[in-house]
C-alpha cells in the first residue's frame, strides 16, 4: 500500500503565488515519476507537471515558465511552486506517484482559486 497527502492550495488573487507540497509513504516512497495534475469543474484531468528520479521534468504548455515542479527524494516529497496565477489555473490540484508494482496512486487533491 501506498498513501500520498498533500497540502497547500488555497485562494489566491491573480498574479499571485501558492505551494503546493506532497508526500509519499509505503510503496509510493520510491516512485520514479512522480507529479501533479488538475481537475476543473466539468473537465477531464490534466497533467500539469512531473518529475522523474534521475532530475528530468515536463510541463504543460499552460503553465510553462509559471510552475515548477521539484523534489527531495530523502524527505519523499514533491512540490509544486505555482507563480503568475491566473483565474484559469482555478482547479482541484492532484499528487500522483507511479509505481512499478501498483500503477498510479493519486492523492486527494486540495483546491485552487485564483480570482480575478
Known amino acids: 500500500q501506498g498513501q500520498l497527502v498533500e497540502s497547500g492550495g488555497g485562494l489566491v488573487r491573480t498574479g499571485g503565488s501558492l505551494r503546493h507540497s506532497c508526500a509519499a509513504s509505503?510503496?509510493?516512497?520510491?516512485?520514479?515519476?512522480r507529479g501533479w495534475s488538475r481537475q476543473a469543474p466539468g473537465n477531464q484531468r490534466d497533467l500539469v507537471a512531473l518529475?522523474?528520479?534521475?532530475?528530468?521534468?515536463a510541463y504543460a504548455d499552460a503553465v510553462t515558465g509559471r510552475f515548477t515542479i521539484s523534489r527531495d527524494n530523502a524527505k519523499k516529497m514533491v512540490y509544486l511552486e505555482m507563480n503568475s496565477l491566473k483565474p484559469e489555473d482555478t482547479a482541484v490540484y492532484y499528487c500522483?506517484?507511479?509505481?512499478?508494482?501498483?500503477?498510479?496512486?493519486w492523492g486527494r487533491g486540495t483546491q485552487v482559486t485564483v480570482s480575478s
Open positions: 500522483f506517484a507511479d509505481t512499478s508494482r501498483a500503477g498510479r496512486y
Open positions: 509505503g510503496v509510493c516512497s520510491d516512485s520514479n515519476v
Open positions: 518529475s522523474t528520479g534521475s532530475g528530468g521534468t
